[in-house]
């Protein structure tokens, strides 16, 4: 076990990043004395972490042309390289040409999806571009921190000198050359840069004296940012505790600290370090009955400092339960996901005697046990499925042996594909949401407008409701966003972080690609005899005027919603009750409100939520005349009678739809009201 507390000095190792750029040092368990982000310069082949040709121990950033030649183009919340959100951001101020991929493949310093392309500049007109002098900076940088750059860019099959000068100012300036030509493990490093009084450090390229190419092309392929912070003491707050736990369940262990970050997290099992567990909380997955006693301890680190925790204990108790039904859903009309309680025996569970559905009125044709949980059974249906229904199993076992009550039943209702909700996450191809653990969603499948969104006549095709059941429903893009902006907030409790934090956003003035971007897209094959809802929500962190985007939607009639983006976090906006048109379309235009005071009147939208509508139960004229009393009114219910307002309530049969009128009766009392 590493110390319980004080320096980690003993621990050191060099980082694998390679060698001839500036390593950082790291901790035993991962943690290290600079926090290193590592930024891939490129066109589509991006570096990742992964299996070679990408990175397997670090996390990247990547600027590709969809960024790195747009003028005031941001990467927003880099990552470092254990793939840790933060609060720097990059952002273009003077664009790059194009990418070169001719570079290196067979360079130690960086993977090869890094070392094998570049962004590039040049001085003479070349790709219908002259003069270009690529610039960018780091924003968000802490004015305490001291940080290193160290740059690396390769361009092979040439003869001539294509010497790279990087200028880096920060509160002060330095510089630093490189000759890419050629070149394969040579990377070059200016060291202990403070940011200026906004936090900033600014990086220029331009051609050095001995650049002899005839265009001047000047290159950055990889750049690696290694910062210091100041680092304090960790205390833990919270200790990992002992806990008991049924066999072959999982063990969930928590901790939580204070003190100055970034933390390393590193857990272990029975003292020995436990791979890839650096998070605040380890899982195991399936305790069994052999790991009784097991103790798990955690060690948490900054940059500097480190503490141990107390060891927890894991009991595990033997499974003398049966499984339980806990839920049965129908989401497609032609299948039954079937929940239990625990895992199951694979052979049971498999077998498709051991259910029926609508006691047999309902053909099974198939079943699938989840192999991931266990926990999970699709029936497959040889009819279509609608209303309530009602699950019964027999004969199915636990991993252990444990039979199922005989006739175990559950019921559950067939919610029809036009009665869930679309989610669309529109931003970065690179952060697409998905079905999945945070940052992504644990609950909802998602539909990604990404490099459609800044498309003329982009479609993103096939929509999935939330639950994933396939549509007919279609996205056609109109008129085209700008470009994405990924500025906006990772704390949301409306949405993820993965949908949250990035938006396609337009502009009136010139920014970008261009000025008079007033995004509109339609919504193709919907049910032109229902009525829908549409969510609105984007965010734009960090600014200081007003950024109010209005959205207009139109079918057979319209709507109109405004959501303002400028530091939102929570606030969404909602246009109800359109009904699409004939052809089954809804269109959607985005526009800035007279209350957006910005300088390029920025709009932006980062999730949309589609949805049926359905109208509130209430009475909307109650009126007596002619001897009768009308009733009408609004929603799906149940109309009720009784004599006094305390009841005793009974329905009106056979159930009447609005509108509805029944004779006055003379000294009689009558009260009415509806229920769902």
């Known amino acids: 076990m590493p110390p319980a507390s004080g320096g980690w000095s003993g621990w050191l190792r060099r980082s694998a990043l390679g060698a001839g750029c500036a390593a950082a040092l790291m901790l035993t368990g991962g943690a290290a004395i600079a926090q290193t982000y590592l930024i891939d310069f490129g066109g589509v082949v991006g570096t990742s972490r992964g299996p070679v040709p990408n990175d397997p121990d670090h996390a990247w950033n990547n600027v590709n042309t969809t960024v790195g030649v747009i003028a005031n183009s941001v990467l927003a919340n880099l990552v470092d390289t254990y793939n840790s959100t933060s609060s720097v951001s990059l952002v273009i101020i003077d664009p790059f040409n194009d990418v070169n991929d001719n570079g290196t493949r067979f360079s130690t310093l960086y993977p090869e999806n890094a070392t094998r392309d570049s962004l590039y500049g040049n001085t003479e007109s070349f790709n219908g571009k002259a003069n270009i002098f690529p610039k960018f900076k780091l924003t968000g940088l802490d004015a305490a921190t001291k940080y290193t750059f160290t740059f690396f860019a390769s361009r092979m099959s040439v003869s001539d000198n294509r010497e790279t000068e990087y200028t880096v100012t920060g509160a002060t300036t330095e510089t630093a050359v490189l000759n890419v030509a050629g070149n394969e493990e040579v990377a070059v490093t200016v060291s202990e840069m403070s940011p200026d009084t906004a936090g900033e450090i600014s990086i220029a390229l331009a051609p050095s004296v001995n650049n002899n190419n005839a265009n001047h092309f000047t290159y950055l392929g990889v750049l690696q940012v290694d910062a210091v912070p100041p680092q304090a003491p960790l205390n833990f707050t919270r200790q990992p505790a002992s806990q008991t736990v049924v ?349 957006n005071n910005n300088a390029n009147h920025f709009t932006y939208l980062g999730v949309m939520r589609l949805g049926p509508y359905v109208a509130p139960l209430a009475f909307t004229t109650v009126q007596v005349s002619g001897g009768k009393v009308h009733l009408s009114w609004t929603g799906t219910g149940q109309l009720e009678r009784a004599t006094s307002v305390n009841g005793e309530w009974t329905p009106v049969l056979p159930a009447p739809a609005s509108p509805y009128e029944e004779d006055v009766v003379a000294g009689e009392s009558r009260f009415f009201r509806l229920k769902q």
């Open 247 to 595: 066999q072959l369940n999982s063990a969930t262990f928590e901790c939580a600290v204070s003190g100055p970050a970034p933390y390393f997290v590193q857990w272990y099992e029975n003292g020995n370090p436990i791979y890839n567990a650096h998070d605040f909380t380890y899982t195991v997955p399936v305790a069994d009955l052999s790991m009784d006693g097991y103790t798990y301890s955690v060690t948490v680190s900054n940059l500097v400092y480190g503490v141990a925790s107390t060891n927890a204990v894991l009991h595990v108790s033997n499974d003398n339960l049966p499984p339980v039904l806990v839920g049965a859903a129908c989401y497609d009309g032609q299948t039954v996901i079937v929940t239990f309680n625990e895992a199951l025996d694979w052979t049971t569970a498999s077998d498709m005697s051991h259910y029926t559905v609508n006691s047999g009125a309902v053909t099974l044709t198939s079943v699938l046990l989840d192999a991931e949980t266990g926990k999970t059974v699709t029936l497959y249906l040889g009819e279509s499925l609608s209303g309530n229904f009602t699950v019964t199993v027999n004969g199915i076992k636990d991993v252990v042996g444990n039979t199922i009550a005989p006739n175990s039943s559950i019921t559950g209702t067939a919610v029809a594909i036009e009665d869930q909700d679309l989610l669309f996450d529109f931003g970065a191809g690179g952060s697409p949401t998905q079905f999945g653990p945070a940052p992504d969603d644990p609950v909802n499948y998602w539909n990604n407008v990404t490099s459609a969104g800044i498309t003329e006549g982009g479609e993103v095709l096939d929509l999935v409701t939330v639950h994933n059941a396939p549509t007919p429903i279609g996205l056609v893009m109109i008129a085209r966003f700008n470009g994405v902006n990924e500025n906006g907030t990772l704390n949301s409790t409306l949405f993820p972080a993965a949908a949250t934090r990035d938006s396609l956003f337009g502009n009136t003035e010139a920014f970008g690609s261009g000025a008079n971007f007033f995004p509109q897209f339609k919504l193709t094959g919907l049910n032109p005899s229902r009525q829908y809802s549409l969510s609105f929500y984007a965010s734009r962190m960090g600014v200081g005027d007003n950024r109010e985007t209005g959205y207009t939607v139109e079918g057979s009639n319209t709507g109109f919603a405004a959501l303002n983006a400028a530091n939102n976090v929570n606030n969404l906006t909602t246009v109800t009750g359109i009904s699409p048109t004939a052809a089954g379309e809804i269109t959607v235009s985005i526009a800035p409100t007279p209350n």
